[in-house]
């Protein structure tokens, strides 16, 4: 297979080039059983798709994404991309980490959420990376920012390109279609079997969406587990039906000929009461299920997203249809740090007076 086609432009060769993506990616992401893991559960087939390498200079699953909604950016001759999320938000490192690569700046907007060192350390990452960084205490006062920011930048002579949280829309979901098209190449050249339920986290929902559809459209029996992750307008399931739909009709503009699947709210099982007190709030179970991974099978996962996953998982080990069934934790957090490709990080003194509030409060315990 050509390594440098998708998986999806190898189903619909109508697809190749189209829409615009910039490569960021190293795909397929590997996937390996958790033995160690899987043992300590009882669950008799556990796997993990590994797209926490899914790029050189960051992974998780926002590079994914950042491919197409970059190359829509550059497509349109934009100089510079806008995007939002909490002070310590990965959609908004990897957006400006994989934006930097073309020559776009980046401009993030930025809200409060609960503050650890791992959070201050995404700071730093944004700013050593050249993001703009603005900040406010409340949606209404973010919006307000943005659209100042976004007047001063026609001043200038051009609007931003808008990405929107997390990346979730119809446009940067296609890259958990193709992600699903992925599995299914991988499951054909039996490198795992295919699996009969996928546990991924849910914030802004794109991923699990992408998921959804392209499990269907590409003939994976897989149910997903979407393990949802936060309480700031957490996407329902008629949501996710919606936006992955609408992923769909984006690829059909391409390729016609692609048969017509319809996704509905009972495609997708959302599973509750892993949130804890607020989305990045480190939960008691999430630490156990970080450090029960990375003792057993030296993955690294942190506790806003993927070890509430994982907590979610492990519990659900204790019944029947999990215990005997072929089960994939997808993996997306980054174990790559940005650190080593952008030197030493500034003091925070060097951002903007607004964010030094988040280095001298205490933090949270991870």
């Known amino acids: 297979m050509s390594a440098d086609l998708l998986a999806i432009e190898r189903r619909f060769p109508a697809l190749r080039g189209r829409p615009p993506r910039v490569p960021f990616t190293n795909l397929p992401t590997r996937v390996h059983p958790l033995q160690r893991l899987g043992r300590e559960l009882g669950i008799a087939q556990l796997w993990v798709k590994r797209d ?46 994989c934006a930097r690569t073309v ?12 503050l650890t060192e791992h959070v201050r350390r995404c700071l730093l990452l944004d700013y ?10 409340t949606v209404a006062g973010l919006t307000v920012r943005g659209l100042r920011v976004c007047g001063r930048e026609l001043l200038r002579g051009q609007l931003p390109h808008i ?30 079997p295919e699996p009969e339920w996928i546990f991924v986290p849910v914030g802004s929902g794109g991923t699990v969406a992408g998921l959804v559809a392209g499990a269907k459209l590409a003939g994976l029996r897989a ?48 599973v509750s009461g892993y949130v804890g007190a607020g989305y990045g709030t480190p939960t008691a179970p999430a630490r156990r299920a970080r450090d029960l991974m990375a003792e057993l099978e030296g993955i690294t996962l942190e506790t806003t997203y993927t070890a509430k996953c994982l907590a979610a998982m492990i519990d659900a080990a204790a019944a029947p249809e999990y215990r005997q069934a072929r089960v994939l934790f997808w993996n997306t957090f ?12 500034p003091d925070y003194h060097a951002l903007p007076r607004p964010f030094h509030q988040f280095f001298t409060a205490p933090v949270e315990p991870v």
Not at 57 to 66: A, D, E, I, T, V
């Open 163 to 192: 990405i929107p949280t997390g990346g979730s829309s119809p446009l940067g979901t296609l890259g958990y279609v193709n992600a699903a098209f992925e599995l299914q190449e991988q499951v054909a050249a039996a490198e795992l």
């Open 128 to 137: 050593a990376a050249g993001a703009e960084l603005h900040y406010a205490s």
């Open 52 to 97: 926490d390498e899914s790029a050189a200079f960051y992974g998780g699953n926002k590079p994914r994404k950042l491919e197409f909604l970059l190359g829509e950016a550059r497509a349109e001759g934009k100089r510079s991309v806008l995007t939002f999320g909490g002070i310590g938000t990965h959609h908004g490192l990897a957006t400006t980490l």
């Open 334 to 345: 980054s174990s790559v740090d940005p650190a080593v490709h952008l030197g030493p990080l």
């Open 103 to 114: 020559g776009l700046r980046t401009i993030l907007l930025l809200l409060k959420q609960p």
């Open 223 to 270: 149910r997903i587990a979407g393990v949802l992750v936060t309480d700031l307008f957490p996407p329902t399931a008629e949501r996710l039906a919606g936006l992955a739909n609408k992923s769909l009709g984006v690829l059909r503009r391409y390729a016609p000929e692609m048969e017509t699947v319809r996704i509905v709210a009972d495609d997708f099982r959302v």
